[in-house]
T-cell receptor, first 115, second 113 residues
């Protein structure tokens, strides 16, 4: 069984469109994250949620809006897509972010290409 | 803020060679340190971790020791295989920062038969 899954795996779209990437974890974890990996493989956190509550928002443009309908899901919606949004987006989860540092489990990534 | 610096690649090796990837960090407090590996076309997998000074993490023949005095967490493997070809990321995390991972730039390793 896949622990952290993302859909779609590939997403090709035009500038100005709105798109969503879905993430689900079946590990029973409390905390979920979104990371962005650029073309040079550099990884940077975007958001984290703990039990559906936003914990981290790393100066991401407000065109990006995470939504957590329940603690097993953290979706990423992107409005008015720009060329610079082209990247691989990784979802991750961990048991709990408070009081201890725990391993994060990553999804397979979604490669977004904006034309 | 927190940061991680690791050697730039690519690193090209022959099979059975010794691999070292240097990693140094700056952080407030006492972070935990990680090495993640990304195989071609895949997501990140945790390779090993260390949560306090002098801890040694090990897995699949890879080792790294948390050196607080030199703020380093170098990754080593004594005899690499072609299947070790991947991108390796050093990272740190602290609960005070909401457990977010701060990554180094990644080091691509290519092992040739």
């Amino acid at each position: 069984d896949t622990a952290v899954s993302q859909t779609p795996k590939y997403l090709v779209t035009q500038m100005g469109n709105d798109k969503s990437i879905k993430c689900e974890q079946n590990l029973g974890h409390d905390t979920m994250y979104w990371y962005k990996q650029d073309s040079k493989k550099f990884l940077k956190i975007m958001f984290s949620y703990n039990n559906k509550e936003l914990i981290i928002n790393e100066t991401v443009p407000n065109r990006f809006s995470p939504k957590s309908p329940d603690k097993a899901h953290l979706n990423l919606h992107i409005n008015s897509l720009e060329l610079g949004d082209s990247a691989v987006y990784f979802c991750a989860s961990s048991q709990d972010s408070s009081g201890g540092v725990l391993e994060q489990f990553f999804g397979p990534g979604t490669r977004l290409t904006v034309l | 803020g927190d940061s991680v610096t690791q050697m730039e690649g690519p690193v090209t090796l022959s099979e059975e060679a010794f691999l070292t990837i240097n990693c140094t960090y700056t952080a407030t407090g006492y972070p935990s340190l990680f090495w993640y590996v990304q195989y071609p076309g895949e997501g990140l997998q945790l390779l090993l971790k260390a949560t306090k000074a002098d801890d040694k993490g090990s897995n699949k023949g890879f080792e790294a020791t948390y050196r607080k005095e030199t703020t380093s967490f170098h990754l080593e493997k004594g005899s690499v295989q072609v299947s070790d070809s991947a991108v390796y990321f050093c990272a740190l995390s602290g609960w005070a920062a909401g457990n977010k991972l701060t990554f180094g730039g990644g080091t691509r390793v290519l092992v040739k038969p």
